[in-house]
């Protein structure tokens, strides 16, 4: 079975700072990744994913993750962050084999101040 | 867009009462999912279905039912609420397969209190 780690339940930063929000994963066999985002009072929306190919992927919002196949992370980065940033991430993980379940992490929330 | 829509965003019922909560997508998906969100916990899954009148247990079963009797509607069924329900409960969709790299898509959620 599938398990997710996200170490950092909260990561407060300043507007315009970097970030890193840290993902590592278990898995015995190939993995898709995904970040999800959820915004306050509303439900996940797709951040972006690794399916194959390049390890770096980058998604919506100015958002991108690096796969590590040897460290079992794919971290969540940011050069420069917004208040409108300000939200729960969630890392999740899925095997490659067919009825497979997504597996979370129990999120990260990134406070953004000015 | 795919759109998963949730009947209620707020709920408040009674311990011993039967809960439904429903869950309708318009993008023809085969896959339907329930899960609750608990802080620190992240999201768990409680159900899902892989087509009409096909449901799995997840990982935290006990206490719900589920029914698909329509592709497009996954409704979650809390036979007896109990306090230790009280949760945000949120649906999902994806198309087919079901170990596809396809991402599932979010309903808003309903938070739900019992007391």
């Known amino acids: 079975a599938q398990s997710v780690t996200q170490l950092d339940s909260q990561v407060p930063v300043f507007e315009e700072a970097p970030v890193e929000l840290r993902c590592n994963y278990s898995s015995s066999v190939s993995v898709y990744l995904f970040w999800y985002v959820q915004y306050p009072n509303q439900g996940l929306q797709l951040l972006l994913k690794?399916?194959?190919?390049?390890?770096l992927v980058k998604g919506i919002n100015g958002f991108e993750a690096e796969f590590n196949k040897s460290q079992t992370s794919f971290h969540l980065r940011k050069p420069s962050v917004h208040i409108s940033d300000t939200a729960e991430y969630f890392c999740?993980?899925?095997?490659?084999?067919?009825?497979?379940?997504?597996?979370f992490g129990t999120g990260t929330r990134l406070q953004v101040t000015l | 867009d795919v759109k998963v829509t949730q009947s209620s965003r707020y709920l408040v019922k009674r311990t011993g009462e039967k809960v439904f909560l429903e869950c309708v997508q318009d993008?023809?998906?085969?896959?339907m999912f329930w899960y609750r969100q608990d802080p620190g916990l992240g999201l768990r899954l409680i159900y899902f279905s892989y087509d009409v009148k096909m449901k799995e247990k997840g990982d935290i079963p006990e206490g719900y039912s589920v029914s698909r009797e329509k592709k497009e509607r996954f409704s979650l069924i809390l036979e007896s609420a109990s306090t230790n329900q009280t949760s945000m409960y949120l649906c999902?969709?994806?198309?087919?397969?079901?170990?596809?790299?396809?991402?599932?898509?979010f309903g808003d959620g309903t938070r739900l209190s019992i007391l």
């Open positions: 999902a969709s994806s198309p087919p397969p079901s170990g596809s790299n396809q991402p599932q898509h």
């Open positions: 993008m023809d998906h085969e896959n």
């Open positions: 690794y399916l194959s190919g390049s390890t």
């Open positions: 999740a993980v899925r095997n490659t084999g067919t009825a497979s379940k997504l597996t």
